[in-house]
Nanobody
Framework: QVQLVESGGGLVQPGGSLRLSCAASGRTFNIYTMGWFRQAPGKERDFVARIRWSGGSTNYADSVKGRFTISRDNAKNIVYLQMNSLKPEDAAVYYC?????????WGQGTQVTVSS
């Protein structure tokens, strides 16, 4: 199993930036991809970004392309989500996800609020 702990959420003004972190522990050597999803109140959980643990290829939702960047530190087992030019519609609980062995693991989520 893999345990995921997110951090870095908070309140930011529109146009501002935040960096989320997700620390993985446990059977991290089996991780295939790690990613970020988000869920706003009353809405479904949506894909934001994903990175392959080996090789580092990335995928992004169209809504965040050019503004968000996912990266990873393999040595520390941490994945980051750099969020720039934040918009009110980016406000949500952001969840870290790890995929390995046909299973998906989730963190507890971190709240991002974008408001002036």
């Amino acid at each position: 199993q893999v345990q995921l702990v997110e951090s870095g959420g908070g309140l930011v003004q529109p146009g501002g930036s935040l960096r989320l972190s997700c620390a993985a522990s446990g059977r991290t050597f089996n991780i295939y991809t790690m990613g970020w999803f988000r869920q706003a109140p009353g809405k479904e959980r949506d894909f934001v970004a994903r990175i392959r643990w080996s090789g580092g290829s990335t995928n992004y939702a169209d809504s965040v392309k050019g503004r968000f960047t996912i990266s990873r530190d393999n040595a520390k087992n941490i994945v980051y989500l750099q969020m720039n030019s934040l918009k009110p519609e980016d406000a949500a609980v952001y969840y870290c996800q790890a995929a390995l062995g046909g299973y998906q693991y989730w963190g507890q989520g971190t709240q991002v609020t974008v408001s002036s």
